[in-house]
């Protein structure tokens, strides 16, 4: 099985811990990517993370994805989930078990947000958890997948 899942961050997530805390939380990128990588590993799974700004870009990371045949991709494509059919398409065309996550709960905030079109090629959509909502994603990736819980080793506790 592969080992490997892509986190996928989109624009304005390289702000996280400053960019709207009242919205998003004092957590930054940094430990969001922590977070991945513990979880991840407790189901013997490498989180790749990655984040861009550019469409285009987190359009190549998918594909790359696809390339290096990933187990999953979790992602967070912030604006573009409302906007880009083109982001929808990549994933929709890679058939790779994806998880859409939201931060914040898009079903609560502007209506403009309430349509995602990442969703749509997504088998899950989690929103609303915080950053929490990544280890969710992940945890139920890794069911989706049939990766299963690594038994801590006596004498070490399991890190989330």
Same mark, same amino acid.
């Given at each position: 099985?592969? &080992?490997?899942?892509?986190?996928?961050?989109?624009?304005?997530?390289?702000?996280?811990?400053?960019r709207e805390p009242e919205t998003y939380g004092h957590a930054s990128l940094t #430990?969001?990517?922590?977070?991945?990588?513990?979880? +991840?590993a407790q189901f013997g799974l490498v989180a790749d993370c990655r984040q861009s700004n550019r469409e285009g870009e987190l359009i190549d990371f998918v594909h790359e +994805?696809? !390339?290096?045949?990933?187990?999953g991709i979790v992602i967070n494509a912030g604006g573009y989930s409302h906007t880009?059919? +083109?982001?929808? #398409? !990549?994933?929709?065309?890679?058939?790779?078990?994806t998880v859409e996550v939201h931060i914040s709960n898009i079903h609560a905030r502007e209506n403009f947000r309430h349509h995602s079109f990442t969703a749509k090629a997504a088998f899950a959509s989690l929103c609303g958890f915080g950053i929490?909502?990544? &280890?969710?994603a992940i945890n139920g990736l890794a069911a989706k997948?049939? !990766?299963?819980?690594?038994?801590?080793?006596?004498?070490t506790?399991?890190?989330a």
């Open positions: 099985m592969a &080992r490997t899942i892509y986190v996928l961050n989109g624009p304005n997530l390289n702000l996280l811990g400053t #430990d969001v990517e922590k977070l991945c990588k513990a979880t +991840a +994805a696809h !390339a290096n045949k990933a187990a880009s059919i +083109a982001l929808h #398409d !990549a994933l929709a065309a890679v058939k790779i078990p929490d909502g990544y &280890r969710l997948i049939g !990766a299963k819980e690594i038994e801590p080793k006596i004498g506790k399991a890190k």
